[in-house]
């Protein structure tokens, strides 16, 4: 299991949402043109076809779902943790949220312009469906 540093307010409940989603959202990022256009015409019945790997995936391109893993991670986590207090992404949202990546890992100081993008991604991705299966 890959090792991630996490913010102060990550809790071991994210890591489980986190493993539950990570491999939905890969697939959604691979086939939707790395996530900037929403498939909104997939339903449960394909994403669970392929993650299964029951159904063919289109060619990975560039970023690579693993290299922005980190950030897509951090942005789904903020959801969970911060959704009902900031239920619209907004400016002062963003500055926590630009703090928080910047003091999780001093190394990536600088990155949160670079990261931005996919950490939105993260926040923004919803899959209500995956939930209710997973949660029975």
Known sequence: MKQYNNPIWWEPDNDFAWDHVKLVMKRDWEQTNHGKKPNTTRNIGQAVKQTSGM???PPLG????EQLEP????GYGA????????????GDFEIRLAEDWRTMDPTRKESWEQDREAI?????????DLQEVVNG
């Open 55 to 57: 159904e063919a995936i």
């Open 71 to 74: 950030a897509f991670r951090f």
């Open 79 to 90: 959801r969970l943790k911060f959704g009902r207090e900031y239920p619209e992404w907004d």
């Open 62 to 65: 560039r970023p690579a779902f």
């Open 120 to 128: 939105r991604y993260g926040w923004d991705y919803e899959l209500k």
